[in-house]
């Protein structure tokens, strides 16, 4: 009887402990966009003259509309908007005043019922303002505004096009495009963002909106995590329920409605899987050749370093710098090339028939493209001859710069 309550006793314990363990966590959450970091989502809006000041047409269909109480001329853009309930299916709609000067008025159907007197005040550029892209920064002019209760920025970029892209848009009858100098883009709030301070460590947490519907936490939503110290962002499926951060697991508890707060607890488990990052080594894997199975090693071991090239045949930037890596190569011998396939075997094998390469390539299995972070084509990784992940790029001249500061 003594040993059946010690063992009680024992599980209550362990119990208690394994509580106490799971340590729960707040954090808070931005919505909020910025011109400042275009990096959330950006579109951009063909816009159209309203022909018929009551109507507008999409895809041939007429929409009956209640106008602005202006003589003006205007323009109208139509815009993604998913589960939209009223107005045009999948459509959300703003009208242009003077639309050819440099200061339009903007009227934004708030409410989408496409009655345009009920929405308040028309809206004006604020500011210039610099738009910071991935590959570079724009000027661009730029109002806010509230579709359905999403934020979003419509942006003018301040750059003059030397062709008019209207010329190449097929319309349907009563449709005509204005000039694409006068076409607008639309900044989407489809980050909710916060910080996390855990072990000393500062991490950034992103919740994405990835399947577009204004939700957070749905079935194809991303959470994105990143050391401050880190270059590259981790990604995680939000309905896997778990991410790591360092050398801890954490499980997602919930999101609350308007994506203010995330609220994790620590998994004890310890069960998401490791993510690859600069300074981890990469040279125990097993992976798949179109000739077999080989230890990755054999593969770079006698290189200074060697590229890990994320491609696809379908991929055409990757297919388009195949010839620049084959250049590296010859400028720089103590330089090797792995591809990783994100592909079929079988495809792979037809496209190296017809385009052979200096290299060896490997099929990758999705949960290594997890592993990596691939989030996109063409993504590259440099490892040194020990395996260990020393750069992250984009692009070829990322490679060359690389190379040319670390190899003779």
């Known amino acids: ?55 507008i047409f999409r895809e041939g269909k007429e929409y009956p509309i209640v106008p602005p109480n202006t003589n003006a001329p205007l323009a109208y853009g139509l815009s993604d908007f998913r589960y939209a309930v009223q107005g045009i299916k999948n459509q959300w709609v703003y009208l242009i005043e003077n639309y050819e000067s440099d200061n339009p008025l903007f009227y934004f159907d708030s409410n989408n019922n496409l009655d345009f007197t009920d929405d308040g005040e028309p809206k004006m550029f604020v500011k210039d303002s610099l738009l910071v892209l991935k590959d570079g920064r724009l000027k661009a002019r730029f109002v806010p505004f509230e579709i359905q209760g999403q934020n979003r920025l419509l942006l003018k970029l301040l750059i003059q096009q030397k062709e008019d892209m209207s010329k190449s848009v097929i319309l349907a009858e009563n449709e005509k495009a204005i000039h694409s100098n006068y076409w607008y883009y639309e900044l989407v709030s489809d980050l909710a963002k916060g910080n996390f301070n855990y072990k000393g460590i500062s991490y950034s947490i992103e919740v994405h909106d990835f399947d577009g519907d204004n939700k957070f936490g749905t079935k194809q939503d991303l959470i994105l995590t990143k050391a401050s110290s880190g270059t590259v962002k981790d990604y995680w499926h939000y309905n896997k329920g778990e991410f790591r951060l360092g050398e801890t697991s954490f499980k997602i508890k919930s999101i609350s409605p308007d994506a203010n707060s995330l609220v994790i607890v620590e998994n004890i488990e310890n069960s998401a899987p490791q993510k690859y990052n600069l300074g981890d080594k990469i040279d125990r894997l097993e992976v798949e050749t179109l000739t077999g199975r080989t230890e990755l090693k054999s593969l770079f071991q006698d290189y200074q370093y060697t590229l890990l090239d994320f491609w696809a045949t379908w991929c055409k930037p990757c297919i388009a710098a195949m010839p620049e890596l084959e250049k590296l190569k010859e400028e720089f011998p103590d330089f090797g090339v792995i591809g990783f396939a994100a592909d079929k075997k079988k495809l792979v094998a037809r496209f190296e028939e017809r385009n052979p390469h200096s290299w060896v390539n490997i099929i990758v299995p999705s949960e290594l493209e997890f592993r990596f972070n691939i989030r996109g084509l063409p993504t590259y990784y440099i490892i040194n001859s020990e395996g260990e992940i020393v750069h992250f790029a984009k692009h070829i001249n990322q490679i060359r710069s690389f190379l040319k500061n670390n190899l003779n």
């Open 1 to 55: 009887m003594n040993q059946f309550k010690l063992t009680l006793l024992g599980l209550f314990l362990s119990t208690t402990l394994c509580l106490k363990a799971q340590q729960e966590f707040i954090i808070p959450l931005n919505k909020s966009i910025s011109s400042d970091n275009a990096a959330d989502g950006i579109d951009v809006d063909i816009c159209y003259e309203l022909l018929n000041r009551h109507i």
